[in-house]
Each structure stands twice: as structure tokens, then as C-alpha cells.
């Protein structure tokens, strides 16, 4: 009878190991994926930037900060339409709801409201959250060839 008791006491504890060690394992691996992702966008050339549902910035690489000119501790939480208010009622925004509310990418090339006479390329992706990914390079060289 005691070795039975030792024998189910030893299967406890490896089935209650069993169940720590994937979840210890699943966080790391989470924060592991979280690491290159923002590495992968850090690395890009291209501008990129995510607003959550409320059309609030919740991330934006160094490139999009140069180009918008801006600080990113000054965007992250604003809304997009309050940080640029010459955007509302603009193609920007039309896109941007064509995007979340269609559940489809969105690929267009504007001239810049920021600044007349430079085109930009844009891509706009719906994220899980109801937000957007969003990623656009300036193609005013391009456009003049």
C-alpha cells in the first residue's frame, strides 16, 4: 500500500510539473516572439505605425517618428485624427475605415497633406483588435520618373 501511495504521490508530481513547465514555457516563448517582432519592425525601412480601435497610436517605428516629425512618447495614446486634425474627412480616413470595417488590406499612393508635394505609398492592414497596421514610404521620387 506504501509503494502504491509513493507511486501516485510521484505521478502528482509529474503531471503537476508537466502543467507548470508549458506555461513558464509559452511565456517565454511569448516574450521571445514579442522580442523579434518589434526587432523585425525596428528594422524596416519603411514608415510604420498601429492604431488600436480608437484610432489611437499604439506603436510606431523611428522611421515614422522622422517623418511625422514628431516625438513618440508625444503620439503614443493620441488619436491620429488629434495628432494630425488636417486628416479627418480626408482619403486617409476612407481607407482607414475601408480597412477595419471590410476586414481587407487597403494599398494606395496619395500626395502627402503633411507635405504638398510628396507622395507616399501606404498599406493599411486590419488587425485583430479592430485597429490598423499601417506602413507607407515616401515614393515622390518615383512618382517624378
Known sequence: MKKVMAARAMTEDKH???KVFPQE??????R???QRLSSIL?????????LDKKWRFILINDH????FGRKREELIGLSYF????????SIFKKQYNKAVS??????????SILYPGRWIELHVYPTEERGISVF???????KRA
Open 64 to 67: 515614422a517618428v522622422e517623418y
Open 102 to 111: 471590410k476586414s481587407i488590406s487597403v494599398h494606395f499612393d496619395v500626395e
Open 32 to 34: 521571445k516572439s514579442e
Open 16 to 18: 503537476m510539473s508537466k
Open 42 to 50: 525596428a528594422s524596416i525601412t519603411d514608415c510604420h505605425f498601429e
Open 82 to 89: 488629434e495628432a494630425f486634425p488636417t486628416l479627418k474627412g
Open 25 to 30: 514555457t509559452a511565456a517565454e516563448l511569448l
Open 136 to 142: 507607407f514610404r515616401d515614393i515622390t521620387e518615383h
